[in-house]
Protein backbone atom coordinates (compact mmCIF):
# COMPACT_ATOMS: atom_id res chain seq x y z
CA UNK A 1 0.00 0.00 0.00
CA UNK A 2 2.61 2.15 0.90
CA UNK A 3 5.11 1.66 -2.01
CA UNK A 4 1.84 2.16 -4.38
CA UNK A 5 0.92 5.54 -2.74
CA UNK A 6 4.37 6.55 -2.98
CA UNK A 7 4.67 5.73 -6.76
CA UNK A 8 1.01 7.74 -7.31
CA UNK A 9 2.27 10.91 -5.30
CA UNK A 10 5.75 10.90 -6.48
CA UNK A 11 5.08 10.44 -10.42
CA UNK A 12 6.47 14.12 -11.65
CA UNK A 13 9.34 12.00 -12.01
CA UNK A 14 7.26 9.16 -14.19
CA UNK A 15 8.78 11.49 -17.64
CA UNK A 16 7.85 8.77 -19.58
CA UNK A 17 3.94 9.61 -18.90
CA UNK A 18 4.53 12.95 -19.23
CA UNK A 19 5.69 12.96 -22.12
CA UNK A 20 3.02 10.24 -23.56
CA UNK A 21 0.59 13.11 -22.42
CA UNK A 22 2.26 15.96 -24.15
CA UNK A 23 2.22 14.12 -27.51
CA UNK A 24 -1.38 13.77 -27.27
CA UNK A 25 -2.22 16.74 -25.85
CA UNK A 26 -0.18 18.76 -27.88
CA UNK A 27 -1.85 17.63 -31.48
CA UNK A 28 -4.81 19.17 -30.14
CA UNK A 29 -5.50 22.29 -32.54
CA UNK A 30 -7.64 24.30 -30.22
CA UNK A 31 -7.01 28.15 -30.99
CA UNK A 32 -6.08 30.99 -28.47
CA UNK A 33 -9.42 33.27 -28.67
CA UNK A 34 -9.13 36.72 -30.15
CA UNK A 35 -9.94 38.42 -26.85
CA UNK A 36 -5.83 38.60 -26.25
CA UNK A 37 -3.29 40.03 -28.18
CA UNK A 38 -0.02 40.36 -28.01
CA UNK A 39 1.76 43.77 -29.27
CA UNK A 40 5.68 42.52 -29.64
CA UNK A 41 8.71 44.53 -28.79
CA UNK A 42 11.31 43.67 -31.28
CA UNK A 43 15.09 44.32 -31.05
CA UNK A 44 14.83 46.43 -34.13
CA UNK A 45 12.25 48.41 -32.41
CA UNK A 46 15.03 48.72 -29.19
CA UNK A 47 17.75 49.88 -31.63
CA UNK A 48 15.97 52.19 -33.51
CA UNK A 49 14.55 53.96 -29.83
CA UNK A 50 18.32 54.68 -29.39
CA UNK A 51 18.06 54.76 -25.71
CA UNK A 52 15.81 53.60 -22.61
CA UNK A 53 13.85 57.03 -22.23
CA UNK A 54 12.68 56.88 -26.01
CA UNK A 55 12.43 53.89 -25.84
CA UNK A 56 9.61 54.14 -22.59
CA UNK A 57 7.95 57.10 -24.17
CA UNK A 58 7.12 55.30 -27.43
CA UNK A 59 5.37 52.23 -24.95
CA UNK A 60 3.80 55.19 -22.86
CA UNK A 61 2.28 55.93 -26.48
CA UNK A 62 1.27 52.94 -27.23
CA UNK A 63 -0.20 52.62 -23.74
CA UNK A 64 -2.22 55.70 -24.37
CA UNK A 65 -3.58 54.51 -27.55
CA UNK A 66 -4.76 50.92 -25.84
CA UNK A 67 -6.44 53.41 -23.45
CA UNK A 68 -8.18 55.72 -25.98
CA UNK A 69 -8.85 52.08 -27.48
CA UNK A 70 -11.01 50.68 -24.63
CA UNK A 71 -8.35 48.02 -23.27
CA UNK A 72 -9.73 45.42 -20.49
CA UNK A 73 -6.54 45.24 -18.98
CA UNK A 74 -2.61 45.51 -20.48
CA UNK A 75 0.10 43.70 -18.94
CA UNK A 76 3.86 45.01 -19.90
CA UNK A 77 5.83 41.89 -19.55
CA UNK A 78 8.93 43.41 -18.99
CA UNK A 79 10.89 45.51 -15.98
CA UNK A 80 11.19 48.72 -15.74
CA UNK A 81 13.83 49.56 -12.88
CA UNK A 82 16.62 52.43 -12.71
CA UNK A 83 17.39 54.92 -9.98
CA UNK A 84 16.92 57.72 -12.24
CA UNK A 85 13.65 59.76 -13.21
CA UNK A 86 13.79 59.70 -17.28
CA UNK A 87 11.21 61.77 -19.38
CA UNK A 88 10.32 58.79 -20.51
CA UNK A 89 9.48 57.58 -17.32
CA UNK A 90 7.37 60.38 -16.67
CA UNK A 91 5.30 59.66 -19.99
CA UNK A 92 4.72 56.31 -19.47
CA UNK A 93 3.83 56.84 -15.71
CA UNK A 94 1.42 59.39 -16.82
CA UNK A 95 0.04 57.02 -19.71
CA UNK A 96 -0.84 54.39 -16.96
CA UNK A 97 -2.81 56.38 -14.62
CA UNK A 98 -5.20 57.08 -17.69
CA UNK A 99 -6.24 53.31 -16.60
CA UNK A 100 -8.54 52.27 -13.76
CA UNK A 101 -6.74 50.30 -10.48
CA UNK A 102 -6.53 46.72 -11.13
CA UNK A 103 -6.62 47.97 -15.15
CA UNK A 104 -2.44 47.43 -15.90
CA UNK A 105 0.32 45.89 -14.44
CA UNK A 106 3.76 45.60 -14.75
CA UNK A 107 6.57 43.40 -14.83
CA UNK A 108 8.32 42.91 -11.26
CA UNK A 109 11.49 41.18 -9.92
CA UNK A 110 13.17 40.95 -6.25
CA UNK A 111 17.07 42.83 -6.30
CA UNK A 112 18.40 45.74 -5.60
CA UNK A 113 18.97 46.88 -9.75
CA UNK A 114 15.57 45.81 -10.65
CA UNK A 115 13.91 48.41 -8.44
CA UNK A 116 11.58 50.84 -10.18
CA UNK A 117 12.61 54.66 -10.59
CA UNK A 118 11.19 56.09 -6.87
CA UNK A 119 7.74 57.33 -6.97
CA UNK A 120 6.59 56.40 -10.04
CA UNK A 121 4.55 53.56 -11.47
CA UNK A 122 2.52 53.42 -8.61
CA UNK A 123 -0.87 53.30 -10.32
CA UNK A 124 0.23 49.78 -12.32
CA UNK A 125 -0.01 46.51 -10.22
CA UNK A 126 3.38 44.47 -9.65
CA UNK A 127 2.97 40.99 -11.72
CA UNK A 128 5.88 38.30 -11.40
CA UNK A 129 8.06 38.35 -14.46
CA UNK A 130 10.46 35.01 -13.47
CA UNK A 131 8.46 32.10 -13.94
CA UNK A 132 9.71 28.31 -12.65
CA UNK A 133 9.82 25.35 -15.31
CA UNK A 134 9.44 21.62 -15.03
CA UNK A 135 12.52 19.58 -14.28
CA UNK A 136 12.88 19.03 -17.76
CA UNK A 137 13.31 22.89 -18.65
CA UNK A 138 9.49 22.94 -20.37
CA UNK A 139 6.88 24.81 -19.00
CA UNK A 140 3.16 22.89 -18.25
CA UNK A 141 2.05 25.39 -15.61
CA UNK A 142 2.57 29.10 -14.79
CA UNK A 143 4.42 29.45 -11.52
CA UNK A 144 6.19 32.35 -9.89
CA UNK A 145 9.20 32.11 -8.44
CA UNK A 146 9.42 30.60 -4.80
CA UNK A 147 9.47 33.70 -2.88
CA UNK A 148 8.68 36.47 -4.85
CA UNK A 149 5.80 38.92 -4.11
CA UNK A 150 4.62 39.96 -7.48
CA UNK A 151 1.33 37.32 -8.28
CA UNK A 152 0.49 34.91 -11.70
CA UNK A 153 0.32 37.24 -14.67
CA UNK A 154 -1.97 34.34 -16.29
CA UNK A 155 -4.28 34.67 -13.87
CA UNK A 156 -4.47 38.21 -13.79
CA UNK A 157 -4.80 38.31 -16.95
CA UNK A 158 -8.04 35.96 -17.38
CA UNK A 159 -9.52 36.82 -14.08
CA UNK A 160 -8.73 40.09 -12.87
CA UNK A 161 -6.97 38.82 -9.81
CA UNK A 162 -3.75 39.10 -8.50
CA UNK A 163 -2.62 35.52 -6.46
CA UNK A 164 0.82 33.93 -6.34
CA UNK A 165 -0.72 31.19 -7.58
CA UNK A 166 0.09 28.10 -9.68
CA UNK A 167 -2.22 27.25 -13.09
CA UNK A 168 -1.96 24.67 -15.44
CA UNK A 169 -1.38 25.10 -19.15
CA UNK A 170 -4.09 23.50 -21.80
CA UNK A 171 -1.13 22.12 -24.04
CA UNK A 172 -3.91 21.63 -26.51
CA UNK A 173 -3.84 25.18 -27.21
CA UNK A 174 -1.47 26.62 -30.09
CA UNK A 175 0.39 29.23 -29.10
CA UNK A 176 0.81 30.20 -33.44
CA UNK A 177 -2.91 31.12 -33.25
CA UNK A 178 -2.00 34.40 -30.77
CA UNK A 179 -2.88 37.40 -32.74
CA UNK A 180 0.32 39.51 -32.61
CA UNK A 181 0.97 43.38 -34.22
CA UNK A 182 3.82 45.28 -34.30
CA UNK A 183 5.13 48.66 -32.03
CA UNK A 184 4.19 50.63 -34.98
CA UNK A 185 0.66 49.06 -35.22
CA UNK A 186 0.08 49.59 -31.92
CA UNK A 187 0.66 53.05 -32.13
CA UNK A 188 -0.96 54.22 -35.26
CA UNK A 189 -3.70 56.35 -34.16
CA UNK A 190 -6.46 54.65 -36.82
CA UNK A 191 -6.02 51.25 -35.35
CA UNK A 192 -7.05 52.31 -31.81
CA UNK A 193 -9.97 50.70 -32.22
CA UNK A 194 -8.27 46.79 -32.34
CA UNK A 195 -7.63 47.42 -28.63
CA UNK A 196 -11.68 47.62 -27.52
CA UNK A 197 -12.11 44.95 -25.20
CA UNK A 198 -8.94 42.97 -25.28
CA UNK A 199 -6.28 41.75 -23.04
CA UNK A 200 -2.83 43.36 -24.19
CA UNK A 201 0.46 41.89 -23.07
CA UNK A 202 3.61 44.20 -24.29
CA UNK A 203 6.17 41.79 -24.87
CA UNK A 204 9.67 41.77 -25.95
CA UNK A 205 10.67 39.48 -28.44
CA UNK A 206 13.44 36.32 -28.05
CA UNK A 207 15.79 38.76 -30.36
CA UNK A 208 15.03 41.44 -27.70
CA UNK A 209 14.98 39.60 -24.23
CA UNK A 210 17.41 37.01 -22.70
CA UNK A 211 14.49 34.82 -21.38
CA UNK A 212 13.71 32.01 -22.90
CA UNK A 213 10.12 29.66 -22.70
CA UNK A 214 9.94 26.56 -23.75
CA UNK A 215 6.41 24.27 -24.23
CA UNK A 216 6.65 20.50 -25.10
CA UNK A 217 6.55 19.85 -28.70
CA UNK A 218 6.41 23.46 -29.91
CA UNK A 219 9.98 24.32 -28.70
CA UNK A 220 11.03 27.93 -27.95
CA UNK A 221 7.90 30.49 -27.34
CA UNK A 222 7.66 34.01 -27.23
CA UNK A 223 6.40 34.90 -23.65
CA UNK A 224 3.59 36.81 -24.95
CA UNK A 225 2.25 33.84 -26.78
CA UNK A 226 3.16 31.85 -23.95
CA UNK A 227 1.09 33.95 -21.46
CA UNK A 228 -1.97 34.60 -23.93
CA UNK A 229 -2.10 30.10 -24.13
CA UNK A 230 -2.19 30.38 -20.04
CA UNK A 231 -4.54 32.92 -19.70
CA UNK A 232 -6.75 31.04 -22.33
CA UNK A 233 -5.73 27.64 -20.42
CA UNK A 234 -7.63 29.63 -17.32
CA UNK A 235 -10.71 30.71 -18.96
CA UNK A 236 -11.27 27.20 -20.51
CA UNK A 237 -11.12 26.06 -16.78
CA UNK A 238 -7.84 24.26 -16.61
CA UNK A 239 -7.85 25.21 -12.49
CA UNK A 240 -11.00 23.06 -12.30
CA UNK A 241 -10.06 20.73 -14.70
CA UNK A 242 -7.19 19.97 -13.09
CA UNK A 243 -9.18 19.12 -9.75
CA UNK A 244 -11.13 16.81 -11.60
CA UNK A 245 -7.89 14.99 -13.14
CA UNK A 246 -6.23 14.92 -9.56
CA UNK A 247 -9.59 13.40 -8.17
CA UNK A 248 -10.21 10.79 -11.18
CA UNK A 249 -7.18 9.95 -11.36
CA UNK A 250 -6.72 8.81 -7.60
CA UNK A 251 -10.15 6.87 -8.04
CA UNK A 252 -8.21 5.23 -10.81
CA UNK A 253 -5.36 4.54 -8.51
CA UNK A 254 -7.20 3.46 -5.68
CA UNK A 255 -8.87 0.79 -8.14
CA UNK A 256 -5.87 -0.43 -9.98
CA UNK A 257 -4.53 -0.53 -6.33
CA UNK A 258 -7.60 -2.82 -5.25
CA UNK A 259 -8.16 -4.70 -8.73
CA UNK A 260 -3.96 -6.07 -8.15
CA UNK A 261 -4.64 -6.71 -4.97
CA UNK A 262 -7.73 -8.89 -5.26
CA UNK A 263 -6.20 -10.47 -8.86
CA UNK A 264 -2.84 -11.61 -6.30
CA UNK A 265 -5.00 -12.96 -3.90
CA UNK A 266 -7.44 -15.20 -5.67
CA UNK A 267 -5.09 -15.81 -8.98
CA UNK A 268 -5.43 -19.87 -8.71
CA UNK A 269 -2.31 -19.94 -11.21
CA UNK A 270 0.34 -17.84 -13.02
CA UNK A 271 -1.70 -18.52 -16.14
CA UNK A 272 -4.59 -16.53 -15.21
CA UNK A 273 -2.28 -13.47 -13.73
CA UNK A 274 -1.15 -13.50 -17.20
CA UNK A 275 -4.64 -13.38 -18.88
CA UNK A 276 -6.02 -11.21 -16.80
CA UNK A 277 -3.49 -8.58 -15.80
CA UNK A 278 -2.77 -7.48 -19.87
CA UNK A 279 -6.34 -6.55 -20.09
CA UNK A 280 -5.88 -4.58 -16.94
CA UNK A 281 -3.00 -2.71 -18.37
CA UNK A 282 -5.22 -1.73 -21.73
CA UNK A 283 -8.07 -0.41 -19.48
CA UNK A 284 -5.29 1.58 -17.90
CA UNK A 285 -4.07 2.68 -20.90
CA UNK A 286 -7.39 3.89 -22.11
CA UNK A 287 -8.91 5.11 -19.31
CA UNK A 288 -5.46 7.12 -19.60
CA UNK A 289 -6.74 8.55 -22.81
CA UNK A 290 -9.81 9.45 -22.15
CA UNK A 291 -8.56 11.63 -19.09
CA UNK A 292 -6.37 13.73 -21.18
CA UNK A 293 -8.78 13.88 -24.14
CA UNK A 294 -11.33 14.70 -21.63
CA UNK A 295 -9.62 17.27 -19.11
CA UNK A 296 -6.60 18.05 -21.39
CA UNK A 297 -4.31 17.45 -18.29
CA UNK A 298 -1.47 15.44 -17.76
CA UNK A 299 -2.43 11.26 -17.07
CA UNK A 300 0.15 8.78 -15.93
CA UNK A 301 -0.98 5.53 -17.17
CA UNK A 302 2.38 4.04 -16.83
CA UNK A 303 1.88 4.99 -12.55
CA UNK A 304 -1.53 3.36 -12.41
CA UNK A 305 0.27 0.21 -13.85
CA UNK A 306 2.97 0.46 -12.05
CA UNK A 307 0.72 0.31 -8.62
CA UNK A 308 -1.22 -2.32 -10.16
CA UNK A 309 1.68 -4.12 -10.58
CA UNK A 310 3.03 -3.31 -7.22
CA UNK A 311 0.21 -3.83 -5.33
CA UNK A 312 0.01 -7.22 -7.86
CA UNK A 313 3.06 -8.29 -6.53
CA UNK A 314 2.64 -7.31 -2.58
CA UNK A 315 -0.33 -9.82 -2.92
CA UNK A 316 1.56 -12.79 -4.10
CA UNK A 317 3.89 -11.99 -1.75
CA UNK A 318 1.61 -12.25 1.09
CA UNK A 319 0.01 -15.43 -0.13
CA UNK A 320 3.68 -16.92 -0.37
CA UNK A 321 4.49 -15.55 2.83
CA UNK A 322 8.11 -13.71 1.79
CA UNK A 323 7.89 -11.27 4.60
CA UNK A 324 8.15 -14.12 7.21
CA UNK A 325 10.59 -15.91 4.92
CA UNK A 326 13.24 -12.70 5.02
CA UNK A 327 12.49 -12.24 8.87
CA UNK A 328 12.90 -16.18 9.64
CA UNK A 329 16.31 -15.83 7.22
CA UNK A 330 17.45 -12.38 9.04
CA UNK A 331 17.33 -14.26 12.63
CA UNK A 332 20.87 -16.00 11.29
CA UNK A 333 20.76 -19.24 12.22
CA UNK A 334 18.86 -21.06 9.39
CA UNK A 335 20.14 -20.81 5.71
CA UNK A 336 18.17 -19.38 2.61
CA UNK A 337 17.39 -22.82 1.37
CA UNK A 338 16.11 -23.74 4.86
CA UNK A 339 14.55 -20.61 5.76
CA UNK A 340 12.36 -21.34 2.62
CA UNK A 341 11.54 -24.52 3.25
CA UNK A 342 10.30 -23.98 6.99
CA UNK A 343 8.52 -21.10 5.44
CA UNK A 344 6.27 -23.34 3.46
CA UNK A 345 5.89 -26.09 5.94
CA UNK A 346 5.41 -24.57 9.48
CA UNK A 347 2.11 -23.93 9.22
CA UNK A 348 0.95 -27.06 8.87
CA UNK A 349 -1.64 -28.81 11.50
CA UNK A 350 0.87 -31.81 11.92
CA UNK A 351 4.30 -31.57 13.47
CA UNK A 352 6.92 -30.07 11.95
CA UNK A 353 10.64 -30.27 12.94
CA UNK A 354 14.03 -28.44 11.56
CA UNK A 355 16.77 -30.66 12.84
CA UNK A 356 20.62 -28.67 12.65
CA UNK A 357 23.99 -30.77 13.33
CA UNK A 358 24.26 -32.98 16.12
CA UNK A 359 20.50 -33.22 16.08
CA UNK A 360 19.80 -30.05 17.37
CA UNK A 361 15.97 -29.12 16.83
CA UNK A 362 16.60 -25.68 15.31
CA UNK A 363 12.73 -25.21 14.32
CA UNK A 364 9.65 -26.68 15.73
CA UNK A 365 6.09 -25.83 15.13
CA UNK A 366 3.31 -25.66 17.26
CA UNK A 367 2.27 -29.22 16.85
CA UNK A 368 5.07 -30.74 17.60
CA UNK A 369 5.95 -29.06 20.82
CA UNK A 370 2.73 -30.26 21.78
CA UNK A 371 2.50 -33.37 20.42
CA UNK A 372 6.31 -33.99 21.32
CA UNK A 373 6.59 -32.26 24.83
CA UNK A 374 9.33 -29.51 23.36
CA UNK A 375 11.13 -26.81 25.80
CA UNK A 376 12.50 -23.99 24.49
CA UNK A 377 16.40 -23.46 24.55
CA UNK A 378 17.74 -20.14 23.80
CA UNK A 379 16.75 -20.48 19.97
CA UNK A 380 16.40 -24.13 19.78
CA UNK A 381 14.33 -26.74 21.30
CA UNK A 382 15.18 -29.71 23.88
CA UNK A 383 13.74 -32.76 22.81
CA UNK A 384 16.03 -35.79 23.12
CA UNK A 385 14.20 -38.95 22.33
CA UNK A 386 12.34 -37.14 19.24
CA UNK A 387 15.67 -35.90 18.05
CA UNK A 388 17.26 -39.36 18.23
CA UNK A 389 14.91 -41.16 16.57
CA UNK A 390 14.73 -38.38 13.43
CA UNK A 391 18.48 -38.90 13.43
CA UNK A 392 18.69 -42.14 13.44
CA UNK A 393 17.13 -42.14 9.98
CA UNK A 394 18.14 -38.94 8.77
CA UNK A 395 21.45 -40.88 6.55
CA UNK A 396 19.02 -43.26 5.15
CA UNK A 397 17.41 -40.77 2.13
CA UNK A 398 14.18 -39.00 1.53
CA UNK A 399 11.51 -41.40 1.01
CA UNK A 400 12.57 -43.68 4.52
CA UNK A 401 9.89 -43.47 6.78
CA UNK A 402 9.75 -45.03 11.07
CA UNK A 403 6.92 -45.22 12.65
CA UNK A 404 6.77 -44.04 16.95
CA UNK A 405 4.77 -43.73 19.30
CA UNK A 406 4.14 -41.13 21.81
CA UNK A 407 1.80 -41.60 24.02
CA UNK A 408 -1.19 -42.80 22.72
CA UNK A 409 -0.40 -41.42 19.02
CA UNK A 410 1.38 -43.59 16.39
CA UNK A 411 3.30 -41.09 14.15
CA UNK A 412 5.00 -41.61 11.39
CA UNK A 413 7.68 -39.87 10.24
CA UNK A 414 8.63 -38.57 6.43
CA UNK A 415 11.69 -36.90 4.91
CA UNK A 416 10.71 -33.91 2.60
CA UNK A 417 13.96 -32.76 1.36
CA UNK A 418 17.32 -35.12 0.50
CA UNK A 419 19.49 -32.69 1.73
CA UNK A 420 17.72 -30.57 4.47
CA UNK A 421 16.67 -32.49 7.94
CA UNK A 422 13.31 -31.66 7.91
CA UNK A 423 10.94 -34.05 9.29
CA UNK A 424 6.95 -34.29 9.25
CA UNK A 425 4.79 -36.53 11.39
CA UNK A 426 1.47 -38.01 10.33
CA UNK A 427 -0.77 -39.49 13.17
CA UNK A 428 -1.43 -42.56 11.75
CA UNK A 429 -2.46 -44.28 14.91
CA UNK A 430 -6.06 -45.54 13.04
CA UNK A 431 -4.25 -47.33 10.37
CA UNK A 432 -1.44 -48.88 12.51
CA UNK A 433 -4.41 -50.02 14.69
CA UNK A 434 -6.00 -51.55 11.31
CA UNK A 435 -2.59 -52.78 9.86
CA UNK A 436 -1.93 -54.81 13.15
CA UNK A 437 -4.77 -56.72 12.93
CA UNK A 438 -4.58 -57.35 9.52
CA UNK A 439 -0.91 -58.31 10.38
CA UNK A 440 -2.18 -60.19 13.26
CA UNK A 441 -4.98 -62.24 11.06
CA UNK A 442 -2.07 -62.56 7.97
CA UNK A 443 0.39 -64.81 10.45
CA UNK A 444 -1.86 -66.25 13.45
CA UNK A 445 -3.81 -69.73 12.75
CA UNK A 446 -8.04 -68.58 13.18
CA UNK A 447 -8.95 -72.02 15.14
CA UNK A 448 -6.10 -72.50 17.32
CA UNK A 449 -5.34 -69.21 17.71
CA UNK A 450 -1.41 -70.32 17.09
CA UNK A 451 0.69 -69.05 14.48
CA UNK A 452 -0.04 -70.45 10.53
CA UNK A 453 2.63 -71.36 8.26
CA UNK A 454 3.33 -67.74 7.06
CA UNK A 455 4.01 -66.50 10.96
CA UNK A 456 6.34 -69.92 11.07
CA UNK A 457 7.85 -68.84 7.72
CA UNK A 458 8.35 -65.60 8.67
CA UNK A 459 10.05 -66.49 12.41
CA UNK A 460 12.03 -69.36 10.61
CA UNK A 461 13.18 -65.92 8.01
CA UNK A 462 14.35 -64.43 10.75
CA UNK A 463 16.87 -66.78 12.02
CA UNK A 464 20.61 -66.19 10.73
CA UNK A 465 22.87 -68.88 10.58
CA UNK A 466 25.51 -67.70 8.94
CA UNK A 467 25.94 -65.04 11.89
CA UNK A 468 26.05 -67.86 14.13
CA UNK A 469 22.56 -67.86 15.67
CA UNK A 470 21.29 -71.11 16.92
CA UNK A 471 17.83 -72.79 16.79
CA UNK A 472 16.08 -76.00 17.16
CA UNK A 473 13.08 -77.35 15.35
CA UNK A 474 10.10 -79.47 16.44
CA UNK A 475 7.63 -80.79 14.03
CA UNK A 476 4.39 -82.65 15.60
CA UNK A 477 1.74 -85.33 14.06
CA UNK A 478 -0.98 -86.14 15.33
CA UNK A 479 -1.69 -90.11 15.30
CA UNK A 480 -5.28 -91.23 14.14
CA UNK A 481 -6.92 -87.41 13.61
CA UNK A 482 -8.58 -88.34 9.96
CA UNK A 483 -10.32 -91.39 11.68
CA UNK A 484 -11.74 -89.03 14.34
CA UNK A 485 -12.45 -86.93 11.75
CA UNK A 486 -14.23 -89.49 10.30
CA UNK A 487 -16.09 -91.01 12.81
CA UNK A 488 -17.06 -87.93 14.94
CA UNK A 489 -17.59 -85.58 12.67
CA UNK A 490 -15.17 -82.04 11.64
CA UNK A 491 -16.50 -80.09 14.52
CA UNK A 492 -15.01 -82.55 17.24
CA UNK A 493 -12.18 -82.35 15.33
CA UNK A 494 -11.50 -79.08 15.41
CA UNK A 495 -12.21 -78.69 19.08
CA UNK A 496 -9.86 -81.60 19.15
CA UNK A 497 -7.22 -78.90 17.14
CA UNK A 498 -7.76 -76.43 19.66
CA UNK A 499 -7.16 -78.30 23.16
CA UNK A 500 -4.14 -80.31 21.07
CA UNK A 501 -2.97 -76.00 20.91
CA UNK A 502 -3.51 -75.46 24.33
CA UNK A 503 -1.39 -78.61 25.56
CA UNK A 504 1.17 -77.78 23.08
CA UNK A 505 1.85 -73.83 24.36
CA UNK A 506 1.73 -75.05 27.91
CA UNK A 507 5.40 -77.10 27.19
CA UNK A 508 6.93 -74.03 25.11
CA UNK A 509 8.55 -71.48 26.23
CA UNK A 510 7.64 -67.61 26.22
CA UNK A 511 10.20 -66.83 23.38
CA UNK A 512 9.28 -70.05 21.53
CA UNK A 513 7.05 -69.73 18.32
CA UNK A 514 4.43 -72.60 18.14
CA UNK A 515 2.33 -72.42 14.80
CA UNK A 516 -0.46 -74.88 13.26
CA UNK A 517 1.57 -75.70 9.66
CA UNK A 518 -2.04 -77.10 8.26
CA UNK A 519 -4.62 -80.21 9.10
CA UNK A 520 -3.19 -82.26 12.11
CA UNK A 521 0.43 -80.38 11.91
CA UNK A 522 2.11 -78.56 13.88
CA UNK A 523 5.71 -77.10 14.79
CA UNK A 524 7.64 -75.07 17.11
CA UNK A 525 10.70 -72.89 16.37
CA UNK A 526 12.81 -72.41 19.83
CA UNK A 527 15.80 -69.83 18.91
CA UNK A 528 18.71 -69.81 21.13
CA UNK A 529 20.90 -72.65 22.00
CA UNK A 530 19.31 -75.88 22.80
CA UNK A 531 21.08 -79.15 23.94
CA UNK A 532 20.44 -82.32 22.81
CA UNK A 533 18.90 -83.27 26.70
CA UNK A 534 16.41 -80.25 26.35
CA UNK A 535 15.22 -81.11 22.80
CA UNK A 536 14.48 -84.27 24.18
CA UNK A 537 12.72 -83.34 27.15
CA UNK A 538 10.85 -81.36 25.25
CA UNK A 539 9.80 -84.45 23.33
CA UNK A 540 8.60 -86.37 26.38
CA UNK A 541 6.74 -83.40 27.87
CA UNK A 542 4.53 -82.79 24.26
CA UNK A 543 4.37 -86.78 23.92
CA UNK A 544 2.77 -86.85 27.20
CA UNK A 545 0.69 -83.77 27.24
CA UNK A 546 -1.68 -86.08 24.88
CA UNK A 547 -1.57 -89.13 27.19
CA UNK A 548 -4.94 -90.42 28.35
CA UNK A 549 -8.58 -89.66 27.29
CA UNK A 550 -9.62 -86.32 25.90
CA UNK A 551 -12.81 -85.57 26.73
CA UNK A 552 -14.74 -83.13 24.47
CA UNK A 553 -19.20 -82.84 23.44
CA UNK A 554 -19.45 -86.36 25.58
CA UNK A 555 -17.20 -87.82 23.13
CA UNK A 556 -13.45 -89.96 24.92
CA UNK A 557 -11.28 -89.79 22.19
CA UNK A 558 -7.81 -91.45 22.55
CA UNK A 559 -5.17 -89.17 20.35
CA UNK A 560 -1.20 -89.78 19.98
CA UNK A 561 1.24 -87.31 18.53
CA UNK A 562 4.62 -88.14 16.58
CA UNK A 563 7.08 -85.59 16.95
CA UNK A 564 10.36 -85.13 15.62
CA UNK A 565 13.28 -82.25 15.91
CA UNK A 566 16.58 -81.32 14.79
CA UNK A 567 19.37 -78.78 15.99
CA UNK A 568 21.09 -76.25 13.78
CA UNK A 569 24.92 -76.83 13.68
CA UNK A 570 27.70 -74.87 12.69
CA UNK A 571 27.95 -76.41 9.73
CA UNK A 572 24.63 -75.38 8.83
CA UNK A 573 24.54 -72.53 5.96
CA UNK A 574 20.36 -72.69 5.52
CA UNK A 575 17.45 -72.94 8.17
CA UNK A 576 15.90 -75.33 5.29
CA UNK A 577 19.18 -77.67 6.53
CA UNK A 578 17.23 -77.89 10.05
CA UNK A 579 13.78 -77.80 8.19
CA UNK A 580 14.85 -80.86 6.36
CA UNK A 581 16.40 -83.31 9.13
CA UNK A 582 13.47 -82.48 11.50
CA UNK A 583 10.77 -83.65 8.88
CA UNK A 584 13.12 -86.90 8.35
CA UNK A 585 13.10 -87.02 12.09
CA UNK A 586 9.37 -86.40 12.57
CA UNK A 587 8.03 -89.40 9.95
CA UNK A 588 10.81 -91.32 11.15
CA UNK A 589 9.36 -91.16 14.71
CA UNK A 590 5.71 -91.56 12.92
CA UNK A 591 7.06 -95.02 11.10
CA UNK A 592 8.44 -96.27 14.22
CA UNK A 593 5.51 -96.01 16.47
CA UNK A 594 3.46 -97.94 13.86
CA UNK A 595 5.71 -100.89 14.00
CA UNK A 596 6.23 -101.27 17.99
CA UNK A 597 5.02 -99.83 21.15
CA UNK A 598 6.28 -96.37 22.30
CA UNK A 599 8.89 -98.12 24.81
CA UNK A 600 10.43 -99.57 22.01
CA UNK A 601 11.51 -96.14 20.58
CA UNK A 602 14.70 -94.65 21.75
CA UNK A 603 15.12 -90.90 21.44
CA UNK A 604 18.58 -91.22 22.07
CA UNK A 605 18.82 -92.65 18.67
CA UNK A 606 17.54 -89.68 16.92
CA UNK A 607 19.89 -87.59 14.69
CA UNK A 608 20.86 -84.40 15.65
Known amino acids: MLAAFCLWFGRGSDRLDIVVSDVLLTRGKVPVSDSYLVVRLTQEDLVRLENISNQRKVIAEAVEQMSRG ?21 ALDAAMA ?26 SMAIEAAYVPDKDGRFRTVEPAPGSRGGNPALWLATGRLKHQATPLDLRIMPQSVREISLDEALAPEHSRQFAGRKVIISLTRSASRSRVALPFHGLTERGPFLAVA ?113 SQEVLERPVILLGPGGAIKRANLPAVRAF ?14 SR ?33 LATFYDVTDQALVLDDLERKLITDSLTGTNNRIGFDRALNEINLSRGEKCAIFFMDLNGFKTINDTHGHAVGDELLKIVAKRFASVTRSQDVLARLGGDEFAILARGDVSTLQAIRTVDKLEASLQGMVRLKGVAINVGVAVGFALSTPADSSIMTVINRADQDMYERKRI ?5 PAVWNPLDARI
Open 389 to 421: LCMSALGLGERHRIQTVCGDITWQLEWLHPDIA
Open 231 to 343: AQSIDHGALRMRSLSEAVGLALAVICLGFGLWLGFRAQSARTVLQVFPALVVSIFLAGFCLISAFGQTAYPLAMTAIAGCSLMSAVSLRLRLPSLVMTFIEGNLSPEEAWLWR
Open 373 to 386: GLTKVHRAWAGAEI
Open 593 to 597: QKLSP
Open 98 to 123: RFRPGQIAIGAMEGSDMARPPGLYTS
Open 70 to 90: GAERVLLDFVISGKQVTPGDL
